[in-house]
């Protein structure tokens, strides 16, 4: 391979001059009275984008599921069912309220949480249900919905890695009580650190940004606090990225969609290795490309992404369980609603994050193509 020297990153945004300006435009004039403009301007393109009434900018998105969590007075005692294998921040807040997080397996096809898994650990102590629409895959909204509806729960999507995926033709973020999406630099719309919180609850908007701001009511000048909460802003400099980024919108997810193409493409010729799931009426932003080849194949993750690297191909594993990680080690609680084999977790295990970053074109997903090729046919 000639090219071999040519190191691909698995991940990275797409910043033109438009957030350059924007940013070098919110250093110079972002104060004084002028200091929430680009975050009202980035607030306001985000919610119309995404079809909902409040957009609040954050320092990251999980802020977003911390805040939503603590807007519902969830707390010790309660539960919330999760997908078992998701990235933690998807899951981290719940011990920030004191809850117990309950996990539950995922869908073969989307590799989203099960809806019937779900609904089996349902218990009178169960408040949310947290669904993921991992790498750009919608979840079953119609099914979380009727369920969050029919037991009374909270269903906040986190929606970190769709953003740009749609459902029925609504795009994510505008079907649930909450979604929450991040802005993290390998994210779809990246301003380095970020997130946004979104609803159409104007209740729950309300409650959110007094707990966000240590727990000052919008509008209070005099700092009278009412309660003791916590502070979750975006700055400036930041919030101009977002929305050079969210002006660039569908160049983004279009961008993001023939990065996918390309690969499909590329390794149709290869059996038994199932790519990101596109259901219909929906339609997927692919945040990350990512594959699960057959066991048959013979190699897990960590194999394949050795093999990548041998290549100067950067990759990533599929999320690990979270209930097979140290950090949730003895929390029998949390795990007691698993199956003996959980689908998600052969999925865990086989699968790799592919490179799908902006700096992709055609020519590097050939090179990828042909690496996994090799890889997989041990040639
Ligand atoms: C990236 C990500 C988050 C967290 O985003 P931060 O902005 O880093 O807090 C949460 N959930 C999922 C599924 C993610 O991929």
Not at 118 to 137: K, Q
């Amino acid at each position: 391979m000639s090219d071999v020297d040519d190191f691909i990153p698995v991940a990275g945004p797409s910043i033109t001059d438009r957030e350059v300006g924007y940013a070098a435009e919110a250093a110079r004039t972002a104060w004084y009275q002028n200091h929430n403009v680009f975050n009202a301007r980035f607030e306001a393109l985000f919610a119309e984008t995404v079809g909902v009434k409040h957009a609040v900018s954050l320092p990251h998105c999980t802020a977003g599921i911390h805040l939503a969590l603590a807007a519902r007075g969830i707390g010790a005692g309660d539960e919330v069912i999760v997908p078992d294998v998701t990235w933690i921040a998807s899951v981290a807040p719940v011990d920030y309220v004191g809850a117990t997080p309950v996990f539950v397996d995922s869908l073969a096809d989307t590799w989203c949480i099960d809806p019937d898994a779900v609904e089996a650990a349902i218990t009178e102590r169960t408040r949310a249900i947290i669904a993921v629409d991992l790498y750009g895959s919608m979840a079953d909204w119609a099914r979380l919905r009727a369920l969050a509806e029919k037991h009374g729960l909270f269903l906040l999507e986190d929606s970190a890695e769709a953003l740009g995926s749609t459902w029925h033709g609504r795009q994510a973020g505008s079907l649930g009580d909450a979604w929450v999406f991040s802005f993290h630099g390998s994210k779809t719309v990246a301003t380095g650190e970020g997130g946004m919180f979104v609803t159409s609850d104007d209740a729950l908007h309300a409650r959110v940004m007094t707990l966000r701001d240590h727990g000052r009511p919008p509008g209070d000048r005099l700092f009278l606090n009412t309660e003791v909460a916590f502070k979750y802003k975006m700055s400036a400099v930041q919030a101009a990225l977002g929305l050079g980024q969210m002006e660039r919108f569908d160049e983004l997810i279009e961008h993001k969609r023939r990065i996918f193409a390309w690969y499909r493409d590329r390794l149709s010729g290869l059996q038994g290795v199932s790519l990101n799931a596109e259901p219909k009426d929906t339609t997927n932003s692919y945040w990350m490309v990512t594959i699960v080849p057959d066991a048959d194949y013979g190699l897990d993750k960590f194999a394949i992404m050795d093999g990548l690297k041998e290549r100067n191909i950067d990759s990533r594993p599929f999320f690990s369980p979270l209930s097979t990680l140290p950090a949730y080690a003895d929390r029998p609680e949390s795990a007691r609603f698993l199956p003996a084999a959980p689908r998600a977790h052969e999925i865990a295990r086989l699968g790799v994050n592919l490179p799908s970053g902006y700096h992709m074109d055609e020519a590097k997903v050939d090179r990828v193509g042909a690496a996994l090729e090799a890889i997989l046919r041990r040639s």
